[in-house]
């Protein structure tokens, strides 16, 4: 049996968990998720756990064991907690300034770049050099943070562009001068 489809996962109070024919619904206190899953995985909930367990073990059932189970696990925590991904801007002049929902990028092209914010996504600016992604969906916050992140790379030589705060960029030496 798959390790992580067989961990049960437990529903804080708050939280309510709903299971229909082909989607299971994860309600709380930050708002509402749904997710469509296959026929051939089970989902109970009893009390304040839910366990995922499969009809068969082809590999395909297996691998969507413990998919199921880890998404079923990232909607508790997005409907509670919440996810947040921050990026850091790293360049001379470059900034960030919020504009209504959406944020305004100067990074260092001929014009500013406006970025609005998606569905279910909060953008903010603690800095001029910091951006705050928040949503409920893991998925969705990431994609967010991904596509901003894409608009100026970080770069091997200054380290000049879009980084999230945890990421570590390795510096390449430059061209030596003479012999």
Known sequence: MSRIGRAPVHIPAGVAVSVAEKE???????GTLTQDYDPKITI??????????????????KAKHGLYRALLQNM?????????????????????????TGIVLSVGLSHTVTVPAPAGITLDCPS????????????????AAASIKALRKPEPY???GIRYKDEVIEHKEGKTAGK
Not at 44 to 60: H, I
Not at 82 to 96: A, D, F, H, P, S
Not at 131 to 141: E, P, Q, R, T
Request: glycine share 14%; charged share 30%.
């Open 128 to 143: 001029q050099t910091e951006i705050s992604v928040k949503g409920i969906d893991k998925v969705a916050v990431g994609q």
């Open 76 to 100: 508790v925590k997005g409907v509670t907690d919440g996810y947040e991904k921050v990026l850091v801007i790293n360049g001379v002049g470059w900034k960030v300034q919020k504009q209504g």
């Open 158 to 160: 200054h380290g000049y």
């Open 24 to 30: 299971f619904t994860v309600k709380g206190p930050k």
């Open 44 to 61: 109970n909930v009893e009390g304040n756990v839910a366990t995922l367990t499969r009809a068969d073990d082809e590999k395909d059932t």
